[in-house]
């Protein structure tokens, strides 16, 4: 499957953007999907996960109570909503998915527990 991550831009501080997660060649509704970010320096960072069906999602510490996932099937899209976003927030933003397994332990907060990247989104966050 294919994933392209797009509705990044430059926003202030305080306010909102939706990101979006498309595939091609394949139905997105057969995987776990997750977003992760990259900001200049530092590692891939975990955002958020949504299960397959969409009855569970995940967070990151950092993003918790600002950024909403989910997905519609219908359009074969995930998004990531965000609110109240802030300077540390500035990054490139990844989606990715894989074959669901069991959520014995927490592999989707680890980028190699993903199987499939798209290009990334670029979010600038002024203060």
């Known amino acids: 499957v294919q994933l392209q991550a797009s509705g990044g831009g430059l926003v202030q501080a305080g306010g909102s953007l939706r990101l979006a997660c498309a595939a091609s060649g394949r139905t997105l509704s057969i995987y776990a999907m997750g977003w992760f970010r990259q900001a200049p320096g530092k590692e891939r960072e975990f955002i958020a996960h949504?299960?397959?069906?969409?009855?569970?999602?995940y967070y990151g510490d950092s993003v918790k109570g600002r950024f909403t996932i989910s997905r519609d099937k219908a359009k074969n899209t995930v998004y990531l909503q965000m609110n109240n976003l802030k300077p540390e927030d500035t990054a490139v933003y990844y989606c990715?998915?894989?074959?669901?397994?069991?959520?014995?332990?927490?592999?989707?907060?680890?980028?190699?527990?993903?199987?499939?990247w798209g290009k990334g989104t670029l979010v600038t966050v002024s203060s």
């Open positions: 949504i299960s397959r069906s969409g009855g569970s999602t």
């Open positions: 990715a998915g894989r074959l669901p397994v069991p959520y014995d332990s927490k592999w989707y907060e680890n980028p190699s527990g993903m199987d499939y």
